[in-house]
């Protein structure tokens, strides 16, 4: 997925607002342009989900960089002459062509003046000119983004929780039982650490594993299976190295056969090396039931111990439903900090024309 050349989109309806507005994607190398977005984010964050730790510029350069291979397109939107919002534009070369996902905020100074629903008009019209079929979009859980849902006929269909562990918390001997028990069930497989670049030889069975990541519930959600290559893990990794994350990623080998039963993968802050994320933790099925996805994390608890020690909290997302994770994260003494919503609607037959909200 490319870039859009023409970095224009359509306004909607703006007779319906006071102002006029005009959009535009971020150029990485816009030093203006970032500053803004990272501006427009953070404003919003400080009021709405003040647990997030603030986006760095050097996390949007990173993430515009490799926007259309991984990362979304990321746009700002004035209003005269101030930015009065952020929106990222999401789509997918590798799969789920039918869908766009949009996530945007408002800056709180310029709430309720109709800029929320004009950019939803922009980004819906152009998902329809790219020939998507239904848009999604998320936001934390509170009766205003229910409201603002609702109103532009967007049903929710999914609720994700993002967890924190605090490491300071962790009862190390309680660990420890845990990794002892866990080990006598999979003692049929190695453990191996991963802290650069998948190897090359090994990348197409890498892919085969990743894809164990679609068994995790999506609910009612109208999204297919990812679909996994040597490139888009590649994508992977240079969009992380670009945004600062330094990635470390355990696997699961099976001893006689040398299958990949599994992985786990945690993002370190090299900027902020206090702060981590929890990315993918999936179980081959072939190799489930031998408490591999505990073990896996409990491992890399033990292998950031030894390796990151300024690291303090690390976050982590799962979908509410996702009882079985869910239950190994609380294990770990993981917190609830938020609920997010997801929303998403089909564009075919909605009744609604190019640039309406």
């Not at 990173?62 to 919002?85: F, H, I, K, Q």
Request: aromatic share 6%; with cysteine.
């Amino acid at each position: 997925m490319s870039a859009r050349a023409d970095n224009r989109w359509p306004s909607g309806s703006s007779a319906r607002t006071l102002e006029t507005w005009s959009s535009s994607e971020v150029d990485p190398g816009d030093r203006t342009a970032v500053r803004d977005y990272a501006a427009a984010r953070e404003a919003a964050r400080r009021v709405d989900a003040p647990w997030l730790p603030p986006l760095t510029e050097h996390e949007v350069e990173g993430g515009c960089a490799t926007a259309g291979t991984w990362s979304p397109r990321s746009v700002t939107w004035s209003s005269r002459v101030e930015v009065v919002g952020w929106a990222d534009y999401e789509t997918s070369e590798y799969d789920n062509h039918h869908l766009a996902w949009l996530r945007f905020d408002v800056h709180p100074d310029h709430r309720r003046r109709g800029h929320g629903s004009e950019v939803l008009a922009a980004l819906t019209s152009r998902a329809r000119a790219e020939g998507r079929t239904s848009i999604g979009t998320d936001g934390w859980d509170h009766a205003a983004a229910s409201a603002f849902a609702s109103a532009h006929g967007l049903e929710c269909r999914s609720r994700e929780v993002l967890r924190r562990q605090v490491l300071s918390e962790l009862a190390w001997s309680e660990a420890d039982r845990l990794h002892a028990e866990s080990s006598s069930r999979a003692g049929a497989y190695e453990l191996v650490r991963l802290d650069g670049p998948v190897p090359e030889g090994e990348i197409e069975a890498f892919a085969r594993m990743v894809a164990a990541i679609n068994d995790a519930p999506v609910d009612a959600l109208d999204i297919e299976d990812e679909v996994y290559s040597p490139r888009r893990i590649r994508a992977y990794e240079d969009a992380h190295r670009l945004r600062g994350m330094r990635i470390r990623r355990l696997y699961a080998r099976h001893r006689e056969t040398g299958a990949l039963a599994g992985e786990t993968i945690v993002g370190v802050d090299t900027m902020r090396p206090h702060r981590g994320e929890q990315h993918d933790t999936a179980v081959v099925r072939a190799h489930r039931g031998h408490r591999l996805g505990l073990l896996l994390k409990l491992e890399m608890l033990r292998w950031l111990r030894d390796e990151e020690p300024r690291l303090r909290t690390i976050d982590t997302w799962n979908a509410e439903s996702n009882d079985h994770m869910i239950a190994v994260n609380e294990a770990l003494g993981y917190h609830v900090m938020g609920r997010a919503l997801l929303f998403q609607k089909p564009l075919e037959g909605d009744g609604q024309g190019v640039g309406e909200p």
